[in-house]
Nanobody, 124 residues
């Protein structure tokens, strides 16, 4: 079992950039596929990006494709979300999640381990 802690959120103007980090406890981080999700006020939590346990494959939601990039550094037990060209509609609490396995996991129900989230606010 791992524990996840997100950081790097903040307030930026539209067009700006942020890099989110999610640090995992334990020595088995490389066994987990990871996902980033977000939840805006009044909306359901939605998928942002996913990455396989060794970082060999990724996928990104259409709404962020070309602007956001998920990556990981297993030596540092960390997954990142680089967010560029931010838009006001990106405003949300961003969560990382972990799922043991060898492939990508897209559904929230597939993840049992979640961080507490970090707030991202993008102003026009």
């Amino acid at each position: 079992q791992v524990q996840l802690v997100e950081s790097g959120g903040g307030s930026v103007q539209a067009g700006g950039s942020l890099r989110l980090s999610c640090v995992a406890s334990g020595r088995t981080f490389s066994n987990y596929g990871m996902g980033w999700f977000r939840q805006a006020p009044g909306k359901e939590r939605e998928l942002v990006a996913v990455i396989s346990r060794l970082g060999s494959t990724t996928n990104h939601a259409d709404s962020v494709k070309g602007r956001f990039t998920i990556s990981r550094d297993n030596a540092k037990n960390t997954v990142f979300l680089q967010m560029n060209s931010l838009k006001p509609e990106d405003t949300a609490v961003y969560y990382c999640a972990a799922r043991p396995g060898d492939t990508l996991y897209y559904a929230q129900r597939q993840y049992a381990i979640w961080g507490r989230g970090t707030q991202v606010t993008v102003s026009a």
